[in-house]
T-cell receptor, first 106, second 112 residues
Framework: GEDVEQSLFLSVREGDSSVINCTYT??????LYWYKQEPGAGLQLLTY?????DMKQDQRLTVLLNKKDKHLSLRIADTQTGDSAIYFC??????FGPGTRLSVLP | DAGVTQSPTHLIKTRGQQVTLRCSPK?????VSWYQQALGQGPQFIFQ???????QRGNFPDRFSGHQFPNYSSELNVNALLLGDSALYLC???????????FGPGTRLTVL
């Protein structure tokens, strides 16, 4: 089955950019997704990218997709303390990575 | 427009008991999926319902069962609860284009 991997922790200073990385094994995903989960809450869909795109920008969020390397990244510009959360990438809608815990230091 | 709703918010059960969790999908969505999220882990897919039938299933024992009603709402039932069933249970609904899922706030199940 599909495997999705992410680094578990990332710490940045407020105002810096954050880059969260994800690798996946299944290249048949039509869309790839980024979700955000705050403590005790459900998952919030942040953004998604169609598999035939290389990049998608949505306000402070930039998604980069490297299909050859099966690598997906999420860049958050001007990171704020409210961005502190766990970020999950997902493919094929049913398989999630373990999540990256982003800590934003003031 | 109400998003995905789940009930109850929290639930405490003892080993061996049975539990039913409920989910109402986002308006206009006809497909419901259930996930189990253990503490510190990503969500694990349990199963998906569409047109009142289970369409896909993850690697969960048949103690986990579900149902979808004509109004697209869904239930997740877990029998013979184990301590390891303690988790956040998430419901997600899906429909239309693009093909995305929206999650509810979850039900926190604690098995003692």
């Amino acid at each position: 089955g599909e495997d999705v991997e992410q680094s578990l922790f990332l710490s940045v200073r407020e105002g810096d950019s954050s880059v969260i990385n994800c690798t996946y094994t299944d290249s048949s995903s039509t869309y790839l997704y980024w979700y955000k989960q705050e403590p005790g809450a459900g998952l919030q869909l942040l953004t998604y990218i169609f598999s035939n795109m290389d990049m998608k920008q949505d306000q402070r969020l930039t998604v980069l997709l490297n299909k050859k390397d099966k690598h997906l990244s999420l860049r958050i510009a001007d990171t704020q303390t409210g961005d502190s959360a766990i970020y999950f990438c997902a493919g094929r809608l049913f398989v999630f990575g373990p999540g990256t815990r982003l800590s934003v230091l003031p | 427009d109400a998003g995905v709703t789940q009930s109850p918010t929290h639930l405490i059960k003892t080993r061996g008991q049975q539990v039913t969790l409920r989910c109402s999908p986002k308006s206009g969505h006809d497909t419901v999926s259930w996930y189990q999220q253990a503490l510190g882990q990503g969500p694990q897919f349990i199963f998906q319902y569409y047109e009142e039938e289970e369409r896909q299933r993850g690697n969960f024992p048949d103690r986990f069962s579900g149902h979808q009603f004509p109004n697209y709402s869904s239930e997740l039932n877990v029998n013979a609860l184990l301590l390891g069933d303690s988790a956040l249970y998430l419901c997600a609904s899906r429909g239309g284009a693009p093909d995305t899922q929206y999650f509810g706030p979850g039900t926190r199940l604690t098995v003692l």
